[in-house]
């Protein structure tokens, strides 16, 4: 069975700070989304990780993926209050995906 | 615009009964999801359907039903077998299975 799991779980950092969240995953994906939720919203797609190496950039995020270490990375360089959030990967193979247990990212003045 | 549409945004349940969330997509997506979240939590898989009139269950599917009739549709509903209903029910599509899911607003579902 695939597990999912995010760590920090809860992330309170000051503005202008970097800071990583890490996505860790039990077995084989072949692909890893990153989302984001605003409380009491929906989710907004942010990243799709299809290759191992695979590195993509918006603003202030960026993702990574290592698929022999079956880790994705999501680094915030000099975070804004904007981005707090609650970030989930999600990741598996065509027949089978999994979330994460999401990242609370709270940015404070 | 194409997007996902989930009514009600609220949605409160009387003991004993069944109620329907409505799910519908214009994005021409053969992928469609059901999730629930608790507060603080993610999100746990419910049904979803690869394909018009063809359902699979997810992790949690026992107190809920679907169906698939037309590819734009995909209604759960909420049995009164499913005691501890109370969640943010959040639908999905997708252009297949696998492939990046886009979500609707969401129905927040309370028990009266």
């Known amino acids: 069975e695939l597990k999912v799991e995010q760590n920090p779980l809860f992330l309170s950092m000051q503005e202008g700070k970097n800071y990583t969240i890490y996505c860790n995953y039990s077995t084989t994906s072949d692909r890893l989304y990153w989302y984001r939720q605003d409380p009491g919203k929906s989710l907004e797609s942010l990243f799709v990780?299809?290759?191992?190496?695979a590195v993509k950039q918006e603003g202030r995020l960026m993702a990574s993926l290592d698929t022999k270490a079956r880790l994705s990375t999501l680094h915030i360089t000099a975070a804004v209050h904007d981005l707090s959030a609650t970030y989930f990967c999600?990741?598996?193979?065509?027949?089978?995906?999994?979330f994460g247990t999401g990242t609370r990212l709270q940015v404070t003045l | 615009d194409g997007g996902i549409t989930q009514s009600p945004k609220y949605l409160f349940r009387k003991e004993g009964q069944n109620v329907t969330l409505s799910c519908e997509q214009n994005?021409?997506?053969?992928?469609m999801y059901w999730y629930r979240q608790d507060p603080g939590q993610g999100l746990r898989l419910i049904y979803y359907?690869?394909?018009?009139?063809?359902?699979q269950k997810g992790d949690i599917a026992e107190g809920y039903s679907v169906s698939r009739e037309k590819k734009e549709s995909f209604p759960l509903t909420v049995t009164s077998a499913q005691k501890n209903p109370t969640a943010f029910y959040l639908c999905?599509?997708?252009?297949?299975?696998?492939?990046?899911?886009?979500f609707g607003d969401g129905t927040r579902l309370s028990i009266l």
């Open positions: 990780l299809l290759s191992n190496g």
């Open positions: 999905a599509s997708a252009e297949g299975v696998g492939q990046p899911q886009h």
């Open positions: 359907s690869q394909i018009v009139n063809d359902f």
């Open positions: 999600y990741t598996g193979t065509a027949s089978k995906l999994t």
């Open positions: 994005l021409n997506h053969d992928a």
